[in-house]
């Protein structure tokens, strides 16, 4: 592969095999993993398949798959009871019979001798592999696993394949000792580097314009975006010959989106929302606290998730309903029965409320309609408000411990059922406190 020529980037399709898969009673976490470890050597995957315990269906599943890629990996189906059909079925695709590797029978022998136990007959199919394919040991099971090159008749369509156990421990160990290195060579170098970048407030379209020419589908290194509980993530993959010129490439993208999208990323790759916030909490020695009513205390619960954050929250009120508001909220007693429940007068009385009773530096406060009833022609069902009430310290040398105090309040919004209209208005409140924390207005 040329540097920065993805035309002739090797391509790989990870094909998983399993009935339990089929059926969601097991995540496959297998191709993830190996996404992953094919990324860091150039190798590009161009699809995950799934199939189940089914030979016909595998050997479609192989059949269409030679054709689209270099590298074939396959896991699962190799086990010695008669729903492991995986060496049966690329026999077949090859138009090879299997034969029986006198090494690993062997091997298996001396497995179940070690364990006092004399080999099950089921378990010599585990010894036979495709003719003209090779045997990769097993240090960890009883399931070998397989090296094969299928090749058409007319020599077009040449596909390495690799058949690896389906248990992850031993898929993982076989993978990284026998299959990745022959993967390494056959990429000859290269190398996909990959950041993520973290948003929150603008839809994906929204992002989309920002970034503009940064998302054309012909660049390298790509960008992409995906949505996740309103995450707007920015995918930044450079697939180039060498770890240096793609780790460049890559750096320069970044700056590019960051220099496009501002303060609006709040973090990368790993990092959450209310890590980064704690972050700031720590950074600007203050401590928060927080006062819900249709969250019911999932904005605590996403602060409080993060290790250390006792450093810097204080205290979580939950006000759920509209007695316990009146009578908590000193000031002015008629906010809740004059203005609603739900309304930027509440919150910022809640936040204020808060606030005074923690003795901290800010607080938030929510209260909404997160449905699925409840909602009115005027306030609708994710009429959300939020508001952030912050001290300001007195001047140095002040003895008075008054502080000045200030609010902010918000009304949004939000589309989706009552999990999303909760767990969207719990990451808006903690944007909110970044933003304040930054020092700048939201953009949005």
Not at 28 to 52: F, R
Not at 327 to 332: D, K, L, M, N, Y
Not at 350 to 361: E, K, T
Request: aromatic share 4%; proline share 5%.
């Amino acid at each position: 592969m040329r540097p920065g020529d993805t035309r002739h980037a090797m391509r790989a399709i990870i094909l998983s095999i399993g009935d339990e898969l089929v059926l969601g009673q097991t995540v496959d976490t297998n191709s993830a993993w190996l996404s992953q470890q094919l990324a860091a050597v150039g190798c590009a995957v161009a699809a995950h398949v799934t199939v189940a315990d089914d030979q016909r269906a595998i050997e479609q599943a192989i059949e269409e798959s030679v054709g689209r890629c270099d590298v074939l990996l396959i896991s699962g189906g190799i086990g010695p009871t008669e729903d492991d059909l995986t060496r049966q079925a690329l026999a077949a695709v090859m138009n090879v019979p299997l034969e029986p590797n006198e090494t690993w029978l062997a091997e298996l022998h001396k497995f179940f001798e070690a364990r006092g136990r004399k080999m099950p007959e089921a378990n010599r199919i585990q010894a036979m592999i495709p003719h003209g394919a090779t045997m990769v040991f097993n240090h960890n099971g009883t399931a070998a696993g397989i090296d094969a090159t299928y090749a058409s008749g007319d020599q077009k369509t040449i596909c390495r394949v690799f058949v690896m156990p389906g248990v992850p421990k031993e898929m993982k160990a076989m993978f990284t000792r026998d299959v990745l290195p022959h993967v390494n060579q056959m990429s000859g170098g290269a190398v996909i580097l990959s950041r993520t970048l973290h948003t929150f407030g603008l839809g994906e379209s929204a992002v989309a314009e920002k970034l503009g020419r940064q998302m054309m589908r012909d660049r390298n290194p790509s960008v992409g975006t995906t949505v996740t509980g309103g995450v707007v993530s920015l995918r930044i993959n450079a697939r180039f010959g060498s770890v240096s010129e793609a780790a460049q490439q890559l750096r320069e993208t970044e700056d590019a989106c960051r220099a496009a999208m501002g303060d609006i990323i709040y973090g990368q790759d790993e990092q959450t929302l209310q890590e980064v916030v704690g972050r700031l909490l720590l950074d600007e020695k203050k401590r928060v606290s927080t006062a819900e009513s249709c969250t019911g205390g999932l904005l605590a619960k996403m602060i409080t998730d993060v290790p250390g954050s006792s450093a810097y929250f204080e205290v979580g009120y939950i006000t759920y309903s509209n007695r316990i508001k009146e009578e908590w909220i000193e000031q002015p007693k008629d906010v809740v029965k004059t203005n609603g429940a739900v309304s930027e007068p509440v919150v910022k009385a809640m936040a204020m409320q808060a606030l005074m009773d923690s003795g901290g530096d800010c607080a938030l406060a929510i209260s909404g309609i997160a449905g699925p009833g409840g909602g009115t022609p005027t306030k609708p069902v994710g009429t959300v408000c939020i508001a952030l009430a912050w001290a300001s310290p007195p001047p140095p040398g002040q003895l008075d411990p008054t502080y000045d105090t200030h609010t902010l309040a918000r009304t949004f919004n939000f589309p989706g059922d009552r999990e999303m209209i909760r767990d969207r208005s719990a990451k808006m409140a903690l944007t909110m406190l970044r933003y304040h924390l930054l020092g700048k207005p939201m953009p949005f």
